[in-house]
């Protein structure tokens, strides 16, 4: 592969990542970023790449100093004081479904972060973060996790800015 190809697919995964996060709402991105201060906990729930994405968040997370209950497919003890992010770019999980059904029922904040606004599992969240990521020369839904990830790094300055939390203090509590 040459050098001009490597980077022109860069540069075109680049491009549309920016597009992706060009159309999240910032009215939904100074709610989700007071949701998450305020919670007690923050539960992060996803599948595969999406986890991934999610993962990576919840570890900032905790280096901001804020608790964050069990990972991964569902949360464990919660009250109607935390939150739950699921990250899901179809929207349809299955498993994923059932547990927001779960969460709901507990009255606990459900907040979402879909490729699809239309989707099962929107439709019962509290709030619904959508990445528009359906079209997309990557392969699978590469587009969708590149840009969540990114998105949530985002999530974790506007965070450190509210909290007045510097990076210094960040490391202090970092593994």
């Known amino acids: 592969m040459k050098q001009t190809d490597k980077t022109n697919k860069t540069n075109l995964i680049l491009k549309e990542i920016k597009k992706a996060l060009s159309g999240i709402s910032k009215r939904k991105t100074k709610k989700l970023v007071n949701e998450i201060a305020k919670a007690n906990e923050v539960n992060v729930i996803g599948h595969g790449r999406s986890w991934h994405a999610g993962k990576s968040f ?34 349809e999980s299955k498993d994923i479904l059932k547990l927001v059904k779960s969460v709901k029922k ?51 300055m506007l965070l450190m800015e509210k909290m007045n939390i510097s990076e210094k203090e960040m490391w202090k509590r970092h593994d």
């Open 58 to 91: 919840a570890m900032r997370l905790t280096h901001l100093g804020l608790d964050v209950g069990r990972l991964g497919k569902k949360p464990g003890k919660t009250s109607n004081k935390d939150l739950t992010l699921i990250i899901s770019g179809s929207g």
């Open 106 to 156: 507990g009255k606990i904040v459900c907040i979402t972060m879909t490729g699809s606004d239309d989707s099962s599992i929107a439709k019962k969240a509290d709030l619904v973060i959508e990445i528009k990521a359906r079209r997309s020369k990557q392969p699978l839904r590469s587009l969708f996790e590149q840009s969540a990830l990114i998105y949530l790094d985002s999530i974790v």
